[in-house]
């Protein structure tokens, strides 16, 4: 167990808040306007992690607070006194109420780890999600790029090949069926891989979902990685953001399927990182036998 100094705690536990704050202040004051934003909106509706706790920064597994953060964090769920006056993650309590899930979640990371990335769907996901819609998209007050009709050919001019569930289940009816898979919530460990933009913004999930196991630097640099992928899956989109400030990921190009694929990547390279700092985590909260 290391015992972090209190100087030390609070910084860290500062310099998170700061990170955080660009992307959380901005979606509170939105919020309070009742204000939608059609890009940032996903990090705090579709990801169930509340603001506030976004911005509460955790020691994680095997790390120890003293003083004044000490005392907050015994009021915190599953912290526990150390016996020396420091405070950390009271592991037996976790593995108790979080050990299937981790265990689980170990299992998904694992596996998407072991397999080769795919760079060839393009983000037609979010195309296939307005397709044959008409005027009933996803984000009404955002309108399609090429219109109706020019989105539904891009479309049926390319091969869908999703593979990850929490995209798939949101296709229009007309294109379930022009998917060359059928991703289910039983399949997704059979599944996932790691150059799905979707399956790299969800390290963010599987990171919140881990705290207070996980440390608040892995938890921002997940959270970051799944705001930077955002930003690409809808300027890759076909939605027109330009009076956003966004210019087009224009997919149905050759030179726009050449810089979705290179920034993919890029992406990919960043999650593989972060996925084993997840399993590590999950390794060290889990029983050597696993769960």
Known sequence: MTVLPPDVAAARAAAHRERLLPWVAPHQERRSRREAHPVWDFLFTYYSQAPAKLLRWHPGVGTAVTGELAEERLGWPLYTGLGDGSVGLDVAAFRAKRGTAAGWTASLLERTASRAGQFGCFGLHEWAMVYRSGDDVRHGAVPLRLGSAGTDAVVEGHRLQCTHVDAFRFFTSDAVGRNALQPTRETQVELEQPGCLHATMDLYKWAYKLSPAVPG?????????????????????????????????????????????????GFAARGAALRERLLAVCDAVLEPAGV
Not at 246 to 251: D, F, G, S
Request: glycine share 4%.
């Open 217 to 265: 630097e892995l938890l921002a640099d997940c959270f970051v990685l799944a705001a930077d992928v955002r930003e690409l899956d809808m300027r890759a989109s076909p939605y027109d953001l330009a009076d956003r400030g966004w210019a087009p990921v224009r997919i149905e190009t050759a030179a726009g399927k050449a810089e979705y694929a290179a920034a993919q990547q």
